[in-house]
């Protein structure tokens, strides 16, 4: 059995736990902060924190009594100014790796917790037991919760009627989301039998707490209403569990930065990874854009959005896979701005038919430091220039930070 150490932590590493210098080289301690003098016990690569002996001035009292069991959150412990200042530094040392060692990181724009309006909850049977929450830390073990302090509290009143309601159906999965509109609940879990008892309980649930439309495995079976959100003042209403920024305050505040880095003269925006229009029907109040998306169902919803929305230039929503089908060079204007918000893996096959493009302006949305400066890299060989990296923290008390910024050559 291995020997506990103590040891100084020396940094935070890039998910979020203190690094420290083990007897064989780093280990990760999850829930250590930088400047404390613990006691670990190590394993493998990572250790154990035993005992904080001497914490650091930035260490505070979680919010959550499940906080260090439940994998949502890693940051809670950490002052919202310390959190603030390790986001930014990850993009700085993600940009530093690729070569970038003197772009403008601007600080941190910061939004406050308990915004997020969409939440996925699994469910665990225990013989006649549901367990209803979140699964701990790289674990399979599900920590059972009967409130998040990280969710909208209107999300937080349905963990219990759901989990009565999973006693009456065997659901694996439950996506809930809270919207303007109404609100929308996907159930998902190979055991599900969509008998008339089961309906018929779908249908109190969603009467009783006002559910505007309910889907069981990919198939909407009760729809009381359109679960509508609005981007930039026109309705769309998104498909069931369908991409959308995690809070309304984030989704704002990225819209607001890609608008603000527009600059002039541009004839046409291209929208890449559109969704169902996060950025193009904002766009579209300015100019015709081309929105290239891979799932069916967001084009739909975003095409249906243009439809009926007022004062929009024209919107060419198209179903294309960028990741097997690239837009080619050839397809860009030099009119052109082009918007691209790939997810976490980022997009390098499109950003290098960008790079060969005639575009002379990127905006570039990320959820990834690490794939942003792959593809910035990519960029910068064919002569682009990186400009000043917003951080946009919308997802409080995780490690997780978003950014935008643009290119231009």
Request: charged letters at 25%.
């Amino acid at each position: 059995m291995p020997e506990m150490i103590e040891a100084r932590v020396i940094r935070l590493g890039a998910q979020g736990d203190g690094v420290i210098e083990g007897p064989k080289g780093p280990l990760h301690v999850p829930f250590a902060l930088p400047g404390e003098l613990v006691r670990v016990t190590p394993e493998g690569k990572s250790a154990v924190l035993d005992a904080v002996i001497e914490p650091s001035p930035g260490r505070v009292q979680p919010v959550c009594a499940v906080f260090g069991r439940c994998g949502g959150c890693q940051l809670q412990h950490l002052a919202p100014e310390a959190i603030a200042a390790f986001k930014r530094e990850a993009i700085r040392t993600a940009l530093a790796h690729r070569g970038f060692d003197d772009v403008e990181i601007l600080p941190t724009k910061s939004l406050p917790p308990g915004e997020r309006r969409r939440v996925k909850f699994a469910v665990l049977r225990v013989g006649k037991r549901i367990f209803f929450g979140f699964h701990e830390r790289r674990a399979h073990r599900l920590v059972d919760i009967e409130t998040c302090p990280a969710i909208l509290p209107g999300l937080s009143r349905l963990i219990a009627p759901l989990r009565a309601l999973a006693h009456r159906l065997a659901f694996e999965a439950a996506t809930v989301t809270l919207l303007p509109g109404g609100t929308d609940l996907a159930l998902d879990g190979a055991k599900i039998r969509l008998d008339l008892a089961a309906r018929e309980a779908l249908a109190e649930f969603s009467n009783t707490h006002d559910v505007a439309r309910i889907t069981v495995a990919g198939e909407t079976v009760l729809e009381r209403g359109a679960p509508n959100l609005s981007f930039g003042g026109t309705l769309v209403a998104p498909p069931p569990a369908g991409f959308l920024q995690p809070s309304a305050a984030g989704e704002a505040a990225l819209v607001e930065a890609v608008l603000a880095r527009l600059g002039e003269g541009h004839r046409r925006a291209i929208d890449l990874f559109a969704g169902c229009g996060t950025f193009s029907l904002p766009l579209a109040k300015l100019m015709p854009v081309i929105a290239y998306e891979g799932d069916a169902a967001a084009v739909a919803a975003l095409g249906r959005g243009w439809r009926q929305g007022r004062g929009l230039k024209h919107v060419e929503a198209t179903r294309r896979d960028l990741y097997r089908r690239p837009v080619e060079a050839v397809e860009f204007d030099a009119g052109d701005v082009v918007v691209i918000d790939p997810p976490r893996e980022g997009a390098e096959a499109q950003v290098r038919t960008l790079a060969d493009s005639p575009v002379r302006r990127i905006i570039a949305v990320s959820c990834s430091p690490a794939s942003f400066a792959r593809d910035a890299r990519i960029l910068a060989e064919a002569g682009f220039r990186l400009g000043p990296v917003l951080p946009v923290d919308q997802f409080a008390w995780s490690s997780h930070v978003e950014l935008v910024s643009h290119f231009e050559r």
